[in-house]
């Protein structure tokens, strides 16, 4: 279990080459971030500021929003007027507002999903592609047929069961598209499990929580990451449909899915308001989908 | 041929041990019920009598396997049981079988997804061709964009633009769905316009995507390029060396896009108020009326399998390395 200094992961020959040249100053991190940012494409660009601004609203929703949540401002319906930018809602609520903390609440909901997400299915992937044998066997069995039932049908399913609330909610979408991520996650540590220094940790006698967070999870990050991105949309576009069908995110808390049903009267009226929220979730996903194909795009371009 | 013969046999025995085990799962829901699931179903005011009587009715004093073989023995033959709707007047009123709930909206739902369906496969295989074969034009990147954008977006809000647009500010077409049984065919169809038309944008988006990719893959394989070398015209390229490998790619992308209507077929039909069976499901969640969610779960996964499977099958027999073998 000592680190022998053998096993330093420098190679020979680099920490050779270290001493006889000097290195220029290494960029920091952020320097090299902030040159990346300004090469992107703007597609990345704009999907990059469109993330910003959502996760300004949402953290500083009480400070922007000129109401809160759940007050009651004015009459029912209520049109576009200065004192309310996009009218007010069913109950006589402030649009603007809602919208504003739906950022927090929506976002919020669909954000821990992903990680819950992503910490299921990621380690059990990666575990399952070390131990391999029959662990493997029965974990890739399992996903199989949890994938065999499509996951809004299986969602609602389980809804059913256990009822509706935002607890079950995030665990049930977490669970269902964690299979999704073993999938993958599995398939990239398969091709890292071989490599030599994942045998060299072995006979090193590394623990498994050694191998899976030292050796493989470096090496599969960047396409994790990318994957990370496409995930939250399709969580976040679940959440809303879920929400939206009335089985999500549950009143009073501002969502914009179940804003869109509430509202969505007002359509038949020529009025708008109802495609705002609906708008709102439009716009994150198309931003989030721009950035990963961006990041997809600059990680397969510097394997090649 | 024999080769085919039992690859076929081996995936359809696979599907047939999925179906077995997505039933075994749908089935043992009814297990996961939380103690006081009775009482939440009854009401407050449910005298322990009534709510042992409910769960003899749903069958909960026998062991989990006989009722299994019970359940799946009745849906083989179309008997879903009961729906928990009734159970309120236990003991008295008539309770309504799933089937009759289950079966008109089933019907209405498939008429919607293969009115979709019929619009949206070739139009997005065509597009989705044109896409690869004049890759990184102009017209490729417009393409590409849009369709990046459609798929983004949630169901319910192309689905209110098109209310909004075609149906309010220009009334085109009827912004509800609302069609009955004697609905005569050319006015079920003006109605269904809407939904239709919001499936066909999402798919055809998913659809082209997926075939441009599959075919610029295909076109980028050696033998294409030994083909290209050897000075073959474009058309021969295409007949003879592309398309019969291209056809597994393509029948995996129409079953897996198939497979994506069934679930969007849910949010679209609560939109438009149709009377199908993915609004009835969405009902019956709220409801927990857990005997009709058990049916619609089964609907839509035995047709989800089913279109996996025939996309499996299709790309067996239209193989060239299995359907030629040395």
Same mark, same amino acid.
């Given at each position: ?38 090469? +992107? ?49 069913? =109950? ?46 029965? =974990? ?8 065999? &039932? ?5 969602? =609602?399913?389980? %809804?059913? &069961?256990?009822?509706?609330?935002? &607890? ?18 599995? +398939? ?21 929580? #050694? ?35 009335? %089985? ?7 969502? #914009? ?48 | 041929?024999?080769?085919? %013969? ?5 995936? =359809? ?11 075994? *799962? ?163 169809? +003006? ?55 291209? #056809? ?50 089964? *609907? ?27």
């Amino acid at each position: 279990m000592t680190n022998a200094p053998d096993t330093n992961p420098v190679r020979p020959e680099e920490a050779l080459l270290a001493e006889a040249v000097p290195v220029p100053q290494q960029r920091s991190a952020w320097e090299t971030a902030w040159r990346e940012l300004r090469r +992107a494409p703007l597609s990345a660009q704009f999907g990059l500021v469109v993330i910003l601004c959502y996760v300004v609203l949402g953290l500083f929703a009480p400070l922007i929003a000129p109401f809160t949540e759940n007050e009651l401002v004015g009459s029912q319906y209520e049109p576009w007027s200065d004192q309310f930018v996009f009218g007010t809602d069913q =109950l006589g609520r402030d649009m603007l507002s809602r919208l504003i903390y739906g950022a927090r609440n929506t976002v919020g909901i669909a954000f821990f999903t992903t990680i819950i997400a992503f910490m299921i299915g990621g380690s059990l992937g990666v575990l399952a592609s070390i131990l391999g044998g029959w662990a493997d066997q029965v =974990l890739g069995r399992a996903v199989d047929v949890l994938m065999a &039932i499509p996951l809004l049908i299986f969602a =609602l399913v389980l %809804l059913s &069961i256990f009822g509706t609330s935002v &607890i079950n909610l995030v665990l049930i979408i977490a669970v269902l598209d964690s299979t999704r991520v073993f999938r993958l996650s599995r +398939a990239v540590s398969m091709n890292v499990v071989v490599m030599d220094f994942v045998e060299a940790a072995r006979l090193q006698g590394e623990g498994l929580t #050694w191998i899976m967070t030292r050796e493989i999870l470096p090496n599969i990050l960047p396409p994790m990451v990318a994957e990370f991105g496409l995930r939250f949309c399709f969580v976040f576009l679940t959440v809303s449909a879920l929400s939206f069908l009335g %089985l999500g995110i549950q009143p009073p808390a501002a969502d #914009w899915g179940s804003m869109v049903r509430e509202n969505a009267t007002l359509i038949n009226y020529g009025d708008i308001t109802p495609l705002l929220p609906a708008g709102a979730i439009a716009l994150l996903t198309v931003a989030v989908n721009f950035v990963v194909d961006w990041f997809l795009h600059k990680t397969s371009g510097l394997k090649e | 041929m024999n080769a085919v %013969l039992r690859t076929v046999l081996q995936r =359809l025995g696979l599907g047939i041990l999925t179906l077995f085990v997505v039933s075994i *799962i749908i089935f043992s829901t009814i297990e996961m019920l939380p103690g006081d699931f009775a009482k939440a179903i009854l009401g407050q005011s449910a005298t322990p009598e009534t709510v042992a009587a409910f769960q003899r009715e749903i069958g909960l004093d026998q062991p989990a396997p006989i009722r299994y073989l019970n359940w799946i023995g009745g849906v083989l033959q179309g008997d879903f049981g009961n729906s928990f709707a009734s159970a309120g007047a236990l003991g008295g009123g008539q309770a309504r079988t799933v089937l009759s709930l289950v079966a008109p909206r089933l019907a209405n739902t498939l008429f919607l997804a293969g009115m979709a369906a019929i619009i949206a496969v070739p139009l997005a295989l065509v597009l989705g061709m044109l896409a690869a074969l004049y890759r990184n034009s102009l017209f490729d990147r417009i393409v590409n964009l849009t369709t990046l954008t459609s798929i983004s977006v949630p169901e319910f809000f192309v689905a209110y633009i098109l209310m909004l647009f075609l149906a309010v500010k220009f009334p085109i077409f009827y912004s509800l769905a609302n069609v009955s049984p004697d609905t005569p065919f050319m006015e079920r169809l +003006a109605r269904c316009a809407l939904p239709a038309m919001t499936l066909v944008l999402v798919i055809v988006a998913h659809m082209m995507r997926m075939t441009r990719a599959a075919i610029i893959n295909l076109l980028a394989s050696p033998y294409i390029e030994m083909a290209r070398l050897k000075g073959l015209s474009p058309s021969r390229i295409i007949h003879h060396h592309a398309l019969p490998n291209a #056809w597994a790619p393509i029948a995996n992308v129409i079953a897996l896009n198939l497979a994506y209507l069934i679930v969007g077929v849910v949010v679209v039909e609560v939109v438009f108020v149709y009377p199908g069976i993915g609004q009835l499901m969405v009902d019956a969640v709220s409801s927990r009326d857990i005997p009709v969610v058990q049916a619609c779960a089964l *609907i839509f996964a035995v047709a989800y399998i089913l279109l996996n499977l025939l996309a499996d099958i299709a790309s067996i027999v239209t193989n060239p390395r299995l359907l030629h073998p040395r």
